[in-house]
């Protein structure tokens, strides 16, 4: 599957009707789209993504979500979006139309799909989205699926948009281990499990487990077949409620967007009134504690993880004894076992020579016997085993340790001796540092607001205030109903078990028994399936994750690869050479942007789906020869169709361009002239000529 073509009517810099044909050659799989910054680059990955996902633009990526949110939130950004010049000539409407090609849907046997969402800024129903199957409307699929529910069904989930629509700096996210939390941890883990193929089957065991548990309902005595229809109206009335929560939670978050918005407006304008610094250094300022906040978080984690280590070094030479004692242990059960090892061979050996003398004709003395029997138990200690010292064989044992846990206890050990204090240091001083520079931002933020008496600054600062005790309202708001749905999921969970128990204890009518056999025989079947899909996925996928970032690294950092699969939840550890866990957090910006690029190409070979790719500023945290890796490795190999949308002569240089070039299939320009974009077409070869041609006309305009 690729995407033939994309038209953008009317949205955000391109004015009138924009279309860009990006259908690619076996041979030549790279598009090029090149442009300025602030050109519109960014605003035609939005609008891709917009297309597909509509409101839930903003769940794809954290990229996505932030450049929503500073707009105020989803409603205001989307109706924000009517490019300015068509507006003031009176047009209200504005539209995205994405057409895929290349497509295998057995459900809808057609040639190409065409998505087109649509916008009217004075329409009563704004929003519209319209699918085209060879530029015909199935009415069927509409009734059938529901257009929203085709697209992440059919075309690309939601959950796997991350891995083909990102910007090369954000998708260094996927290699930081310090952002999961359970939600980001889990969302993530669904979309490893979409890509893979993991999730149909896991879909279809939960479809199974349906059905026998409507064959049990149907089957069951009038008690257990009351009891199961409460549990089950219980369970629907939870589900409804849930949603309403989580609706009454969206709804807050969106309020709380746009007030965030009109707050910082207000401060703007007590900054403005105040003079005291500008709008831009105000800007500055905030995006400097946000990456405080982000930092802080990070440091904080570190933090706990050495107050987990705290009563161990508080306790350090009790910890040391511990050690002793396990090491004396450890020898006392090593000289054991090979004593028991000289006993049972020398037994061996003398059980032979008692066959041997049974072919002997004179007849050996019991008292010689004897003797020579101990002296060969005698000998044997002495000349083929050095174990003289038995003063350790009978230690008295404490603790008792495996073998494993005597390497965890010494690999904590070892922490505390060398490097526990000294990084505990420098980490409590990072938190300081933090700390103090994120109270110096917040005293210049409110030193800037000032002219008191001022009715003016009083009317504003009022408005202020009034707008930031609402937002604090409707987060205590969501916190609580966060609460109130952590008490709903728990009954939930509570409500399944018990069903399940029930469910184990109902007979089976005659009639029902032999499709309740047959599904029950299938579910095993499945499940013991999934279980063989899942180890071989979790091999192949670490093993293709580990050649891709061996083909990329130029140092060799990675010894190993090793994903785990446990539950729902799917973690991917790197391994140094020596087969210690490398933490992702470790790696240089650059190294984390090619892990991800690995992660990426790996995902694509893996799942066999070919998903168009899209990158912006593609070269960027990394070096020059990293750079050539990630030109002849991965975009001619990670999909057969593969944008990406560099600045000329900074995020692509001519010389990675030539190296690139046998891949490239066409090259465009986003020309820009009087606040406007459009898409410009040029031939292959003269890119760069074109670039130089056209930079000193777009800074004078």
Known sequence: MYIKELELYNFRQYKGNNTINLETEEDKNILIVSGMNGFGKTNFLIALVWCLYGSDTEKVDEFFKKIVDEQGGYKRYIANSLNWSAKNEGESRFYVSVTFSDIEITAVPCQTITVIRSYDINSAEPLRLDILFDNQINELVQQEYGYELFIRDFLIPLETAKFFFFDAEKIISLADSTIKS?????????????????????????????????????????????????????????????????????????????????????????????????????????????????????????????????????????????????????????????????????????????????????????????????????????HFFDILDNSSYNIQHLHDFLETERNEFNAILNNLKHSYKQRFKSTTKEYNILRSERNNIGKRLRNAESNEEDPIVSDYRRKKAETDSIIIVNENRIEYLNQEIGGIKNQQNSIKAEMSELTKKVQIATQLKQKHELTKRILGELKEFIIRFKEEKRKRFAEKIYNSLSALMHKKLIGSVEVEMIGEDIEINLKRPDNTILPKDSLSNGEKQLYATALLRALSEESGVEFPVFVDSPMQKLDPLHSEQIILSFYPNVSKQVVIFPISTKELIQEEFEKLRVFVNKTFFIDHRDGISRFEEVPVELLFSEFKTRKNHWKSS
Not at 238 to 260: F, G, H, T, V, W
């Open 182 to 382: 359970v939600e980001e941890r889990k969302a993530l883990s669904k979309a490893y499990s979409e890509v893979l193929g993991i999730q149909k089957y896991e879909d279809l065991r939960e479809s199974l487990e349906e059905i026998q548990r409507r064959f049990t309902k149907e089957s069951a005595t009038p008690t257990e077949q009351k009891r199961l229809v409460e549990l089950e109206k219980l369970m629907e009335q939870n589900e409804i409620d849930l949603r309403a929560k989580e609706l009454e939670i969206d709804d807050l978050k969106e309020k709380n967007q746009s007030l965030r918005f009109e707050s910082n407006q207000y401060q703007n304008k007590l900054i403005k009134e105040g003079n005291k610094i500008t709008l831009d250094e105000l800007e500055s300022l905030r995006r400097r504690n946000e990456d405080i906040e982000q930092e802080n978080f990070k440091v904080l984690n570190e933090l706990k993880d050495f107050l987990d280590l705290a009563p161990f070094a508080i306790a350090g030479e009790s910890m040391l004894e511990i050690s002793e004692q396990i090491e004396k242990e450890f020898s006392s059960k090593k000289i054991k076992y090979q004593d028991e090892e000289i006993e049972n061979k020398t037994e061996e050996i003398l059980s032979e020579i008692e066959e041997r003398k049974r072919d002997l004709t004179e007849i050996v003395k019991p008292r010689i016997s004897e003797f020579y029997n101990n002296t060969i138990r005698q000998l044997i200690r002495k």
